[in-house]
């Protein structure tokens, strides 16, 4: 007995260390992949981690090992890539090698395998390009997007005048103008900002953006086999995922009774005519499945992301006073204060529209792209990346490039201004992403926080009820997604 104790020992390390034996050769030098720290087996490289802040970790690790090595995130390499020409080399230059979406368990395990963002190969590209065409066409003959975006701002402004200049969270009601403008380009109906609908759908996407940040949803996707027999708040995501879904679901069973294929009314009508048009196509990618996936996507990513910059840009705003008075001294001179904004003022408000690239250059409210995977072995400059390995392209390297901005750890707004005063583009302003799988919602969320924050100031000037020297401004979470501190404002009418 003792003998097949101490048998058994010797087989266990022997497994362990030819594992770590492996793992490790894959990552010298002169191996397939790009190199990288040494991993332990198992647990690969996380302990080289700060689970606080990732992105700041992989940019450490970038100082020693160059923009492009190997990471292990449990027993599976990522490779890496750190800065602005690699990230370029890959996504669009090699756009079509990089293609792939890498997993994300903790949400991915919930879409089985549907939907636009999560999805691979000609279901992705089918659903892309129908969602793209929709959107662009969208409001043809009707109410434009920016008309739509100008009707939900002058709707902010009315609710944020109840607020009769007393302290209070903007969380929630930053939540509702973007929720509205996706509801109803999704299934043409806004919902009033005190309505149970929406105060329900606005906590469960708050909760998940906020728990998709946190250590147990991080070691979901480490070891999401294993995660998903331990009890613990990753539970949670799913669950809300799934409502979410259901929430979609009614309304598209709603759109069933009521469609009429030559009148598309919305997103949902254009996705029902197509379902019905391919329905003796077996292999169709337009399905009950695949709509409502689609659906939940363009919801989510469509309502909180544009609520998080708007959050993020107020607090900076409220941190910087002398900003937000260049910025209205602009709009009072180029707008007035009774015109309603629009977007063609925008190349007419240079330091506002710096501004604004400021705030989401500064946020990086995605630190990384989604992850990528090549789909196929792929020669990238000196190493061969084996298909389906998952690539991280670090956006944050970009956006918080030294050379390309001086001093990127302050919020400065000359960052997009020339010595004249005049708006200052550069290449290096990749908040979307960049390459075939940035994000398709860009062209809306740009018209939403210039459209949004123009009409707020506009009509307010924004307090804080601490000293502006008081705020903090760092992310409360850091990891896929930054998400601002919890704050108060004071809106004082102009």
């Known amino acids: 007995m ?18 770590f034996l492996s793992v490790w050769t894959k990552t010298r030098p002169g191996g397939r992949l790009p190199p990288g720290p040494t991993p332990l087996p198992v647990i690969g490289n996380i302990l080289q981690l700060n689970f606080k802040d990732v992105p700041a970790s992989l940019s450490k690790l970038a100082k020693d090992y160059g923009p492009i090595y190997t990471l292990y995130f449990g027993s599976w390499p990522t490779v890496v890539l750190h800065g602005y020409d690699v990230v370029k080399e890959a996504l669009l230059n090699q756009g079509d090698e990089f293609l792939g979406r890498g997993p994300f368990p903790i949400i991915e395990d919930s879409l089985k395998g549907s939907g636009l963002v999560f999805t691979n190969g000609e279901t992705w590209k089918v659903l892309r390009r129908f969602s793209l065409m929709t959107l662009k066409n969208f409001g043809m003959g009707k109410r434009s997007l920016e008309e739509r975006v100008q009707e939900e701002a002058q709707c902010l402004v009315e609710e944020l005048q109840k607020m009769e200049a007393g302290p209070f969270d903007p969380t929630f009601i930053l939540a509702c103008a973007p929720c509205n403008v996706i509801c109803s380009i999704l299934f043409n109906e806004r919902f009033p900002y005190r309505s149970k609908t929406i105060l329900n759908l606005m906590d469960l996407l708050n909760k998940n953006f906020h728990q998709v940040n946190s250590v147990w949803c991080q070691m979901y996707n480490l070891w999401p086999t294993f995660m998903k027999y331990v009890p613990g708040k990753h539970k949670e995501v799913p669950q809300r995922i799934n409502d979410i879904n259901n929430f979609i679901l009614e309304k598209i069973k709603e759109h069933q009774e009521s469609l009429d294929p030559a009148n598309p009314r919305d997103y949902i009508d254009c996705f029902l005519s197509k379902i019905e048009e391919e329905k003796h196509n077996p292999k169709s990618e337009f399905d009950l499945k695949n709509l409502i996936a689609s659906g939940a996507s363009l919801f989510t990513a469509g309502t909180e992301t544009t609520s998080i910059t708007l959050r993020f840009g107020i607090l900076l705003l409220l941190k ?169 404002l004071c809106l004082i009418p102009r």
């Open 2 to 19: 003792e003998l097949l104790g101490v048998t058994t020992l010797v087989l266990v390390v022997s497994v362990i260390c030819l594992s």
């Open 320 to 488: 910087y006073p002398e900003v937000q008075a260049k910025i209205h001294e602009e709009i009072d001179h180029v707008i007035g204060r009774h015109q309603p904004p629009s977007m063609k003022d925008k190349m007419k408000l240079p330091y506002t529209n710096a501004v604004l690239h400021e705030i989401q250059r500064y946020t990086t409210l995605l630190p990384s792209s989604l992850p990528h995977a090549v789909v196929k072995d792929t020669k990238f400059r000196d190493y061969i990346i084996p298909k389906g390995t998952v690539v991280l392209p670090l956006l944050s390297s970009i956006l918080l490039d030294h050379k390309e901005f001086p001093n990127p750890e302050t919020f400065d707004p000359g960052h997009f201004l020339d010595k004249n005063g005049c708006f200052k583009k550069t290449d290096y302003f990749v908040p979307f992403s960049l390459g075939k799988r940035s994000c398709m919602g860009e062209s809306l969320a740009i018209m939403e926080l210039f459209l949004f924050l123009t009409t707020i100031l506009q009509k307010f000037s924004l307090k804080s009820p601490v000293e502006p020297r008081d705020l903090d401004i760092k992310p409360a979470a850091t990891g896929l997604i930054n998400i601002p501190p919890p704050y108060k």
